[in-house]
């Protein structure tokens, strides 16, 4: 594989930024908010990122035609804003990139001083679309830029940083000469320079849309990406497809796909976790338009750490109104309320009732039910959600970026929420219906199909990065609606209970507890389901968030599956912890109290 990298020696004129003085933002409360951000065309968010050493602001990227050296008809720019986690707009920056008006991802460098992006842009060296990697500081003073790509049309879709501070990026290159893509993967040094750089693919398109660093304990040292390969199935369709590299020399440890052979599924994002049921698991998200769908549904796959298919879902928002939409998963993120193993998707659905889209979010549980089903933030027009992450301040909730076409002057703006652990950004629901009932399917079938790395005619190039020009206008336009909660029907209590008792006696469990409902109101009961190996005396106490017992029990259990019902009368509104206790070992579980 040719490696290659230029760093570009930038003079000081050679990016400056554009400022929004003021923003307008409607909310209810300092930790949850809606806010548009934009000008005279279209803007959008493609990638948030809770920059943890940055004081919890959101990072979040996408692309404009409305500010910097484009115009409406010309590729965007590159558009970064820094929302504070009250809401308000620190910064917004304009890089004038020529973007590929698809792929956009952020990440805080956790340095406390820069971020790095990624995107396709146009190397004005060239002519040609090239993947960038560009760390910046929070001013838009850029340290170093590295162009990586091919002779054809090339992207970068992901950008993380390693525990070991490395920084990897994942995206396509396309194959001059050969017809099709092949997804690109690459690691750097925190400097920007090439590590490594490969091309992972077959004869027809193959792309890489999220790269992440394993956390698993089976997986260490290791790399997973998801995308869409059609180059491992004779009906030339794309299939989901998970691969593991290994992080020192990007070699493939496996290779795997899912969907149905006949109609194509991609994959956009994943998310390891620490089942507390099924141990080590992978969450892929993205869309299918196989399995019998009648049009193309969001589309969830839990493997185990080894690629290995546990279980896949489709999702059709549009079937709770009886007439199925177009629908999409974008992203995916943890369950705050729900607790471990369960998760969020987010994404966008169009159907009969919102015929422009509307931005959506699924909880799901660690079994690939639907535990919720939220959506219609934004408005009446289009709108869709495309990043999640978890905040990690003192307030857990979310940051979602995406695109609002409401109460704009022009086209769509980039659209940023903060969320709470309920997925409420604290607003009304403007008359908005929302679906009593989101329809999921079971489905099966994984394959196993051997892709390495290969050697693509990648050039070693001197990008160029162009002078911009530094702009102090602002629009004040967000009056956007909000999302409507539905609380979807809870699983039946007896498929519930022994689900518990098979998952924990399938994992070697002593013990393990389930929660409904959760979030449960003040002043309902909550009931605690609870699973033992062995006759044991257990201690059961819920804290609040301040560590204070708000209740304890003493239960002579018995062997097996046992409730406890619990009167929440009087407990105030916020995120408690359950506590059992066998005098071997302890389980805590997370409950949300809501108003």
């Not at 027809?204 to 180059?231: A, C, M, P």
């Not at 009446?380 to 409401?406: H, P, Q």
């Amino acid at each position: 594989m040719t490696r290659f990298m230029k760093r570009l020696k930038l003079s000081a004129a050679a990016l400056t930024i554009l400022l929004f003085c003021a923003f307008n933002i409607h909310s209810l409360s300092a930790q949850q908010f809606e806010t548009n951000t934009g000008g005279r065309f279209l803007e959008n968010g493609y990638s948030v990122d809770n920059a943890r050493s940055f004081d919890n602001l959101a990072l979040t990227i996408g692309g404009t035609h409305s500010f910097g050296a484009t115009t409406s008809f010309n590729p965007p720019n590159v558009y970064v804003t820094l929302t504070k986690p009250t809401g308000d707009v620190a910064q917004g920056l304009v890089y004038n990139f020529e973007s590929w008006d698809e792929d956009y991802s952020i990440v805080d460098a956790l340095d406390g001083e820069t971020f790095i992006f990624t995107t396709g842009v146009r190397n004005f060296a060239t002519g040609s679309f090239d993947i960038v990697v560009v760390r910046s500081d929070l001013s838009g003073n850029v340290q170093w830029a590295t162009y990586l790509g091919t002779f054809g049309t090339d992207g970068g879709t992901s950008v993380i940083v390693t525990k070991e501070g490395f920084i990897a990026v994942a995206g396509y290159v396309e194959r001059t000469g050969l017809g099709g893509r092949d997804g690109f993967l690459a690691l750097l040094e925190p400097d920007g320079t090439v590590i490594w750089s490969f091309a992972y693919g077959g004869r027809f398109d193959d792309e890489f849309w999220s790269v992440r660093e394993s956390t698993l304990r089976e997986t260490q040292g290791t790399l997973y990406v998801v995308g869409s390969s059609s180059s491992n199935n004779s009906f030339l369709t794309d299939d989901l497809w998970l691969v593991n590299v290994d992080i020192a020399t990007g070699g493939v440890n496996f290779s795997n796909t899912y969907g149905d052979i006949t109609a194509n599924s991609e994959g956009y994002a994943l998310l390891q976790q620490q089942d507390p049921f099924q141990g080590s698991v992978i969450n892929l998200v993205g869309e299918s338009y196989g399995f019998g769908a009648v049009n193309n549904d969001i589309y969830v796959v839990r493997t185990d750490a080894f690629g290995n298919a546990i279980w896949q879902t489709l999702f059709d928002v549009g079937a709770a109104f009886d007439r199925p939409g177009w629908d999409i998963g974008w992203d995916v993120e943890e369950s705050i309320r729900y607790g471990v193993g369960d998760i969020v998707v987010v994404g966008q659905t169009n159907n009969p009732v919102f015929p422009r889209g509307a931005a959506v979010a699924l909880e799901i549980s660690g079994f690939g039910n639907l535990l919720a089903g939220s959506q219609a933030y934004g408005g009446a027009d289009y709108d869709g959600w495309r990043s999640i992450d978890r905040t990690e301040d003192a307030a857990l909730g979310y940051y979602f970026a995406g695109v609002n076409y409401n109460q704009t002057i022009g086209g769509g703006d980039q659209y940023i929420a903060r969320a709470n652990g309920l997925l409420q950004t604290g607003f009304d629901a403007a008359g908005n219906p929302c679906p009593q009932e989101i329809r999921a399917k079971e489905i099966n079938g994984d394959d196993f199909v051997e892709f390495n790395p290969e050697i693509v005619d990648v050039r070693q190039q001197e990008g160029e990065i162009p002078e911009t020009e530094e702009i102090f206008e602002y629009e004040i336009i967000c009056q956007s609606t909000s999302p409507f909660i539905d609380q979807a029907p809870d699983l039946e209590r007896d498929e519930a209970r022994e689900r518990l008792e098979k998952a924990a006696q399938a994992q070697q469990l002593d013990q393990s507890l389930l929660l409904a409902p959760n979030p449960v109101r003040s002043g309902q009961t909550l009931t605690l389901d609870y699973f033992v190996a062995d006759d044991t005396r257990l201690e059961i106490t819920i804290k609040d968030a301040l560590g204070r017992s708000v209740f304890t029990q003493h239960e002579q259990a018995g062997s097996g599956v046992g409730s406890l019902n619990v009167d929440t009368q009087g407990w105030a509104a916020g995120a408690y912890s359950v506590v059992i206790n066998d005098g071997e070992g302890i389980k805590t579980v997370k409950v949300i109290v809501a108003d």
